[in-house]
């Protein structure tokens, strides 16, 4: 990529970042579905080896996260992943598990766990997600 168009796209990420205070809560969890989905796949080469199946697991991706930050019920698909936020925190994040409809797991930036949640909805999910980014660093 050229310096130009890296600059280009800085400029174009600062300005998504200045419409939507919750971007890079939005791009952490963008990245743990992306790594859900594709695993060790580079998506872009998947794109061109096997453009169908990169076609529908591109579109999961966009259906949890219109799932996560629109207005949808989420489905029972017993999805699990971690975040991995800003202040160095670490969330993981399971649905169905042990009576729980969505239970999150968060460590501090030491890696130890501190604390446990239960939430209802994925609403409730990425408020404990927001909630826990803002939470300062441990010695």
């Given amino acids: 990529m050229s310096t130009q168009a890296e600059q ?5 990420i600062d300005k998504a970042k200045s419409f939507d205070d919750q971007y890079e809560i939005k791009r952490v969890i963008h990245q743990a579905l992306m790594d859900h989905y ?3 796949k580079n ?3 998947m794109n061109e080896s096997e453009p169908e199946k990169a076609e ?3 579109k999961k991706v966009g259906e949890w996260m219109d799932r996560i930050f629109g ?6 698909d017993d999805l699990a992943f971690d975040v991995d936020l800003p202040n160095k925190f670490k969330i993981e994040v399971t649905q169905n598990h042990e009576g729980s409809k969505w239970y999150l797991c968060a460590y501090d930036n030491n890696g130890e766990h501190f604390s446990s949640y239960d939430c209802q909805n994925e609403k409730g999910v ?7 980014s803002q939470e300062e660093m441990r010695e």
């Fill in 8 to 12: 280009d796209l800085e400029r174009a």
């Fill in 38 to 40: 594709f695993k060790d």
């Fill in 43 to 45: 998506p872009m080469l």
């Fill in 56 to 58: 529908a697991l591109f």
């Fill in 71 to 76: 207005s949808e019920e989420m489905s029972d």
């Fill in 126 to 132: 990425f408020a404990m997600i927001s909630i826990v």
